[in-house]
């Protein structure tokens, strides 16, 4: 799409909003104010199944549960195309590109540091392509020195306080005018589409995480630990499944509650048929999304 007025390097302007979503950004400013959280289990029966027959003759990088996230999630943002849209200075953009941050720890002890990941998504990505992508990026937070946005903001380190706080403040309002140079929000967690974190890899359960009025990110996910736990199905019989709590931290201007609920869905679906990700991301569910969920929690 060509560049108008009052598009930003990393967004188009939405120009054809109805009144309650142009007006609800001068009212309700700020990102932090306006979070929807959502709690979701989801059944890994099917997930823990399809990793098992995809790594059985992989003697390589291995497939995991946090890159069927991560490509889910992609998916998820492609057939749901408001779900990538943020607000910066009371105004509403769609985001060009599709992408997702995590930190990655470089050691697992309490002085190990911590990296960034940052993973591009595009219409023709499979599960296969995101692998590949998730373990080049996860290999390069863990080895190379910096690892992408950390290296950037090691700078401030050694500045006097009083020119960082400058800096810092001029960065601000770039930032909030859509100025801020592209080289500087690249790597930036906090610029992309989602940010997942998976509390699972060291031990926790899944928990509120909330969003930052800085950037652009709209969505937060957290992944706790796998577990078992009793599912109930619609004909009263219990049965003990894995499965995992996830927790959704939206930003509620950006759709409504509706939007919101069929896209959570459609994620749900796509985690519990894993298969499905091993088409294109723009290739909508190969068979019907069911209205009711498969079981439930007793």
């Not at 069927?68 to 999630?73: G, P, S």
């Not at 020195?145 to 380190?157: H, I, L, Q, R, W």
Request: charge should be positive; charged fraction near 30%.
């Amino acid at each position: 799409m060509k560049k108008r007025f009052g598009d930003r390097f990393d967004g188009k302007l939405i120009r054809d909003l109805d009144s309650l979503h142009f007006i609800m950004p001068f009212i309700y400013p700020n990102r932090c104010d306006n979070e929807a959280y959502i709690s979701q289990v989801m059944d890994l029966t099917a997930a823990e199944k399809y990793l098992e027959k995809k790594n059985k003759d992989n003697d390589g990088y291995h497939y995991t549960l946090f890159q069927l996230v991560i490509t889910a999630l992609f998916k998820t943002l492609i057939l749901r195309p408001k779900m990538n849209r943020f607000i910066v200075n009371n105004s509403l953009y769609q985001r060009t590109q599709i992408s997702a941050s995590f930190a990655v720890k470089r050691e697992f002890k309490d002085s190990g540091e911590e990296g960034l990941a940052f993973v591009y998504g595009n219409r023709a990505d499979t599960l296969e392509t995101i692998h590949d992508k998730m373990y080049r990026e996860i290999y390069e937070a863990r080895n190379v020195s910096g690892g992408n946005a950390t290296e950037k903001m090691d700078v401030f380190n050694v500045l006097p306080r009083f020119i960082g706080r400058r800096i810092v403040k001029t960065l601000c309002w770039l930032e909030r005018h859509g100025k801020m140079p592209e080289s500087l929000t690249k790597g930036d967690p906090c610029y992309a589409s989602v940010f997942v974190t998976n509390l699972g890899s060291i031990g926790m359960d899944a928990g509120y995480h909330h969003l930052a009025n800085w950037g652009t990110n709209s969505i937060f996910v957290v992944l706790g630990e796998m577990k078992k736990r009793p599912f109930t199905d619609q004909n009263g019989k219990t049965k003990m499944k894995t499965s995992v709590d996830m927790g959704f931290t939206l930003d509620e201007r950006i759709a409504d509650g509706y939007y919101y609920s069929r896209t959570v869905k459609l994620f749900k679906y796509l985690l519990e048929h894993p298969e499905e990700l091993e088409y294109r991301l723009d290739e909508k569910p190969h068979t019907k999304i069911k209205t009711k969920a498969r079981g439930s929690k007793r």
